[in-house]
Each structure stands twice: as C-alpha cells, then as structure tokens.
C-alpha cells in the first residue's frame, strides 16, 4: 500500500508542476510533510534539498528518490522515481509528435506565456521556503539574529552569490560551500 501512495503522490507532483524541480518543491513540501512527516522532518527535507543539489541529476529526482527510500526503502524510492519520471516522460513524447503542427497554434504561445510567470513564482516561493528553514529554523524571532550561526550563513550565501553572479562554476561554488560548512561545523560555530 505504502508503494502505491508513493508512486500516486509522485506521479501528481510530476503531473500538476511545470517548470523542473524547484518548481515543484512547495507541492513536494506540503505532500511529504502532510502524508510522511512523521518519519520526515521539515529540517531533514532542506538538509537534503541541499544534498540534492550537490549530488549529480535532476533535483526532483533526487528529492523522490530520497523520500520514496525514507519511506519505503528500495522499492519505495523505485516508486516514487518512476511516479514523478512517469508524466514528463509522457508530456513530452505527446509534445514532441505534436509540436511542429502546434507550434504556431495561438493558444499553445498564450498558455506558454501564462505558465512562464507562474514557474517563476513557484521558483521563488521554494527558494523563501528554503531561505526560511536555514536562516530562520525557529520561526522569525530577535534571538536568531543574535548566533553566529546566522551570520555565517549569511555570509556564505552572500559569497556564493557573488561567485554565482561573476559566474564562478558551479562545481567550484558547490565545493567551497561545502568546505566553508564543514570548517565552521568542525570549529563548532554552528
């Protein structure tokens, strides 16, 4: 049973979101901690949206795999990869035999532009969440702002978004934000 709920949640989360990964972590949010957050904590999914975005392949991918393993185990994390693989496999074999005679249809270009702005506010309310989660974990409160924990991790997002807009690698952004966490976690600063 519990593989089926998770291949069904999945496959609506691929299903109902457009716009890849980021765009469906408020649903992949609500639906895991609605149905699994007994066993799956808000702070374990933004530790681990942040392993998945270290780890090589799609980050909705990933994050189903982990889930559906935290849950399930091995078929577990089989079936919520295949449920949220399942609808864009589909969607985009229907789009590709479909678009050249589409293509210049005036309802396709206008459903495109509406879905642009939406993708974009999906994008930005995954990224506020996250944000929240690590720089707030106990909700907005005058304490927070007085660890050194919030400092420096302020201070490593504000590098890594220097280095993102200089146009740094990404590999090497990802690698010195894991050493810069890893040396302040061994100093025990967090």
């Avoid at 879905?115 to 969440?129: T, Y």
Wanted: charged residues 10%; contains cysteine; aromatic residues 12%.
């Amino acid at each position: 049973m519990i593989y089926l709920e998770l291949f069904l949640t999945f496959l609506m989360i691929g299903a109902f979101t457009f716009g890849g990964g980021y765009a469906m972590l408020p649903l992949m949010q609500e639906q895991v901690s609605q149905r699994w957050g007994d066993i799956i904590s808000q702070e374990t999914i933004t530790n681990f949206i942040a392993v998945s975005e270290s780890t090589p392949g799609p980050f909705a991918i990933n994050m189903a795999t982990y889930v559906g393993s935290e849950v399930g185990g091995l078929l577990g994390s089989a079936c919520a990869t295949l449920g949220v693989v399942l609808p864009s496999f589909v969607i985009i074999l229907i789009v590709a035999k479909c678009y050249d005679k589409f293509r210049n249809s005036s309802v396709v270009k206008g459903c495109m532009s509406g879905l642009k702005p939406a993708v974009v506010g999906l994008i930005a309310g995954a990224i506020l969440s996250v944000l929240a989660d690590v720089f707030f974990p106990a909700g907005l409160q005058w304490s927070v702002l007085q660890t050194p924990a919030f400092y420096l991790s302020a201070g490593i997002f504000a590098v890594m978004l220097v280095l993102a807009m200089k146009k740094v690698h990404p590999i090497i952004i990802v690698v010195l934000s894991a050493a810069l966490g890893i040396g302040i976690g061994y100093l025990n600063l967090w």
